[in-house]
T-cell receptor, first 112, second 113 residues
Framework: RKEVEQDPGPFNVPEGATVAFNCTYS??????FFWYRQDCRKEPKLLMS???SGNEDGRFTAQLNRASQYISLLIRDSKLSDSATYLC?????????????FGRGTSLIVHP | NAGVTQTPKFRVLKTGQSMTLLCAQD?????MYWYRQDPGMGLRLIHY???????AKGEVPDGYNVSRLKKQNFLLGLESAAPSQTSVYFC????????????FGQGTRLTVV
């Protein structure tokens, strides 16, 4: 079982729609969580950190549920340019260091 | 400010050949990582380093070696390339704090024939 699990999708939504992705993680001691965006054949780029109280950045909202060990990403008013793969990242403890561990990603396709 | 730079961007190797991938960062980050990305597998950690002169194994270290002689550079070596090592390789770096995310290089597309 992978330590960070995501639904690979694809999520196919029309412009303007609201879409949400979930990600579950196995290590309850994990402290730091992130969402990255990866465009086709490009490197992953940090989209936003996920804080315990939840946080918002424009059309994007990230939330953390420690009890159920999952994080979520909500995208409102989807744009064509939001089409990408969204990677869930959990910093897992390893020998006193915290190492970014990636989910396999969720593909989002926004169509006109 | 270049961020994280990987060289080369593309390479084709024959089975059994060796090569070194170079990662350089100019952000004074303590941590550096090498990942490989294969279709359907996501990013998997090969090796990582938490500081100059230190390295550690990740999830898929077999067939690779690394060195971090200088803080800004992290080298990934393939001593005897195999077709199973055909992949996209990403280097990343981050600050020591686990509260911040990592920054990635543009990737190296390696094909082993």
């Amino acid at each position: 079982r992978k330590e960070v699990e995501q639904d690979p999708g694809p999520f196919n939504v029309p412009e303007g729609a609201t879409v949400a992705f979930n990600c579950t993680y196995s290590n309850s001691a994990s402290q730091s969580f992130f969402w990255y965006r990866q465009d086709c054949r490009k490197e992953p780029k940090l989209l936003m950190s996920v804080y315990s109280s939840g946080n918002e950045d424009g059309r994007f909202t990230a939330q953390l549920n420690r009890a159920s060990q999952y994080i979520s990403l909500l995208i409102r008013d989807s744009k064509l340019s939001d089409s990408a793969t969204y990677l869930c990242v959990v910093n897992m403890e390893s020998g006193g260091s915290y190492i970014p561990t990636f989910g396999r990603g969720t593909s989002l396709i926004v169509h006109p | 400010n270049a961020g994280v730079t990987q060289t080369p961007k593309f390479r084709v190797l024959k089975t059994g050949q060796s090569m070194t991938l170079l990662c350089a960062q100019d952000m004074n980050h303590e941590y550096m990582y090498w990942y490989r990305q294969d279709p359907g597998m996501g990013l998997r950690l090969i090796h990582y380093s938490v500081g100059e002169g230190t390295t550690a194994k990740g999830e898929v270290p077999d067939g690779y070696n690394v060195s971090r002689l200088k803080k800004q550079n992290f080298l990934l070596g393939l001593e005897s390339a195999a077709p199973s090592q055909t992949s996209v390789y990403f280097c990343a770096s981050s600050y020591r704090s686990d509260r911040v995310g990592a920054f990635f290089g543009q990737g190296t597309r390696l094909t082993v024939v």
